[in-house]
């Protein structure tokens, strides 16, 4: 039945694409909207069809199981590269996680929630007393563009966020544990949700990774580890503490829980443009028509998100039961350990191994005298005790072969890494400044948050650990030297402002710093006005 569906399905693209582009071809280009309204007419007319075959020989009964981890029948707008056709399972969430973050981008693509009216059988007043009763210490506005984005969440894709409900019960309680840790709101958690859709592997077009959507250089301010074993954007408990340092300084700049959480969708310097368009005020709706048009609908998403993780059960969504670990122990691994090792003696999967210590990129935890988590659902626990004393030796040249082995080590960025500060050259492209200093131009892009376009004059940060010889070298600390005027002093690094600096600007030219650290360092508070020339701290040296 599935195959015939199919097949009338494509029957009916190759009817209608034809006549959409003919009609096309004859008539002035379309507006967007155009488009995006013929978009969702295409849609609704293949869903009623769809519906209409298969009610013809189906009951009317709900035919997925609840044991099913992931719902087929709801991802048929996905395109086709996206699309996954997963078996029946509970053992893994690799797939119910990638399905996810591919269905919030696709779906936020089609559906204009800022322009559009959607309409519920729920009264305003309703919505309202409801948000009010949650009590959140972070404001919860309600207006026409909130109201859509909770009638997409609990109207358009219950069947998704059932899914990520499943998830909430695994992660929500560590992440509540981690905000009250900075002693910040614990409504923060649910940016996980906007951020990933609860997916630590989550990568975007910009390539920010991991469940809390960590950039490549604001992670290593924040000292998130990444090298060719490791990177603990992936890791949500890892990369969860480096979002609430990350919003703690965000709200030390605005003042406001909105802005903050604004900024952490563009960055502040976004923020402040927006704030200064709009004529110095802090109110988010006052500077709403200034910020990217992303991060418009990003508050928004958060005040959805919130009222339906509390009132799913007004909506009849029920959580889908999800199989992970009610309790995980945890093991400091202080020699090499691969996974294969760890799941021949004590029966645990590698995909279990990996859904659990998604940081590891080559199912390697590397050997230091520092040590690395691991982290093993406790019914497996006994059994890796058990083995301990045997288990790094087992099979090991075959699990660390020689030369797969040292390829992993000797691209490992940490090796000796420095910070090279590149200025673009005219008629210089980011392929011939990749060659130069033998990295990839992905690399380069993600360390400055670039896409294909550089400028003469642009400053551009490499790490590298063969740098020309011409090359202007820093250590790891610094993230631009050039711009970074330093002394050592008392026992500290210390820094000379510069006309137009601001703190949070001072502590990303230092890897590992944050605006935080700065403040505390030199006893400032939100108040504190800098002036050029003066010295402060930065770190002990």
Known sequence: MRKTVSIILLS???????????????????????????????????????????????PMIDTISSNDSINPGGLSFFDSEDFIDPQPSTDSLLSVWYVQRSMMIDENSIINLEDQQLTSDIPDSVYIARLKALNSFIPLPYNNIVKNHIIFYTQRIPNKIDIMLGLSNFYMPQFEEIFDQYNLPKELKIMAIIESALNPRAVSSANAKGMWQFMYRTALQYNLRIDSYVDERLDPIASGH????????????FGDWLLAIASYNCGPGNVNKAIRRAGGSRDFWTIYPYLPRETRGYVPSFVAAMYTMAYHKEHRITPRPISMAAHLDTFLITRPLHFGQISELTGITREELSDYNPQYLNEIIPGNTKGNILKLPYNYTNAFVDNQNIIYGYKDSLFFNPIVYNNVRNTSPTTQRNAITHTVRSGETLSHIATRYKVRVSDIQAWNGVKSVIRP????????????????????????????????????VMYTIQKG?????????????????????????????????????????
């Open 12 to 58: 009916l693209f190759a009817v209608l694409l034809p006549q959409t582009a003919h009609s096309q071809i004859f008539s002035k280009k379309p507006s967007r909207n155009a488009l995006v309204a013929e978009i969702e007419k295409m849609k609704r007319t293949i869903d009623s069809l769809k519906q209409e075959l298969e009610y013809e020989s189906i």
């Open 242 to 253: 480096a979002a609430a340092k990350y919003l703690r300084d965000s709200y030390t700049i």
């Open 501 to 541: 600096d601001t703190l949070w600007e001072i502590s990303r030219k230092f890897e590992g710093v944050t605006l935080n650290d700065i403040m505390k360092l030199n006893g400032f508070t939100k108040n504190t006005k800098i002036m050029p020339g003066r010295k402060i701290r930065i770190r002990p040296i």
């Open 457 to 492: 004059g642009q400053r551009l940060t490499i790490h590298t650990s063969n740098p020309p010889a011409q090359a202007t070298r820093t250590t790891t600390t610094t993230a631009s030297a050039s711009s970074a005027k330093t002394t050592n002093s008392g026992g500290y």
